[in-house]
């Protein structure tokens, strides 16, 4: 937390308006699930078939300079080079999760070693009935619990990423969000999911008016036990409770194409360098009210980076930042 605000707090000081927060660093899109909500394993043969280089990875990070590094995909744990690429990323101290479902988990661990600056952040869509179901495979919940209990065992830092659609139970949700925390993971992700248009099911994808219910329902009155990875004033914002606009830069992604302009949930072009990312991307196309395709989108990689930006740009924002800590929204 203090890595990141000492990060922000310096952006503001040089009168940085737009900045990076989050590195979305996707090394490989191929995966071993087919879950009908993604719009990365869609993509033919060929394609799925390439592989970022450790040295790509690392020149991308460099040249970003991003405070955190996210790592998805695809599922990372299948890419070759996946060892080096995270003992590399931590010898630059750079906070990093590596996002998988944890099918591979148990037998990759070796590979690494518990650090400060890694996480495993576990995608667990809910309990075993809507995890399964998400996944489109049965016992993936189970291996996945097997892969954190084991992961903690060894003392790796582990969290949870749960991305929600239209039709989720609340109290289903409560009670996942229980079953986590007594695993012991250090903290929980949420978010909406968004419509890729190459995903197989578009009929579960949530609107807006829909997200702000479905988290009110799951986080009014939240229990004292639960921890979440995530400001608390997205946390908000997903209630409906603040208004945001995306900051589609805070979490640049960079793949197998390039640098994908805006952000990692839109294809509108790639370009060869982070700064004509920065300097060539037309940001005011996009956003609630901009884009049509942005007009439902309450997804954690754009906003996210919003609510942190609020946190340390004004005292109020500061001060509710603080208020929702001790007292969540």
Known sequence: MWRVASYVLGQKIKGNKRYPLVLMLEPLFRCNLACAGCGKIQYPDHILNKRLSAEQCFGAVDECGAPMVSIPGGEPLMH???????????????????????????????????????????????????????????????????????????????????????????????????AMMELGVEGMMVSPGYSYEKAPDQTHFLKRSRTHELFKNILTQPKKGWR???????????????????????????????????????????VSSFKELMTDTNWDNYGT??????????????????AVDDTFGSWRGLFDTVRFMIKPA
């Open 80 to 178: 070759p080079e996946i060892q080096q690429i995270v003992e590399g990323l931590v010898a630059r101290k750079k906070y990093i999760y590596l996002c998988t479902n944890a099918i591979l988990l148990k037998r990759k661990l070796d590979l690494f070693k518990p650090s400060q600056f890694l996480t495993f952040s576990v995608h667990m869509d809910g309990l075993k009935e809507e995890h399964d179901e998400a996944v489109c495979r049965d016992g993936i919940f189970d291996q996945a619990i097997g892969g954190i209990k084991e992961a903690l065992k060894r003392g790796f830092r582990v969290t949870t990423n749960t991305t929600l659609f239209d039709g989720a139970n609340p109290e289903r949700v409560r009670k996942f969000f229980d």
């Open 228 to 270: 979440f990875n995530q400001s608390p004033l997205f946390l908000a914002f997903l209630q409906g409770k603040r208004e945001y606009q995306c900051t589609p830069w805070g979490n640049p992604t960079f793949n197998v194409f390039g640098w994908q302009k805006p952000c990692y949930l839109l294809q509108d072009g790639y």
């Open 289 to 306: 009210g901009k884009n049509e395709k942005c007009a439902d989108c309450m997804v954690h990689c754009g906003y996210e980076a919003t």
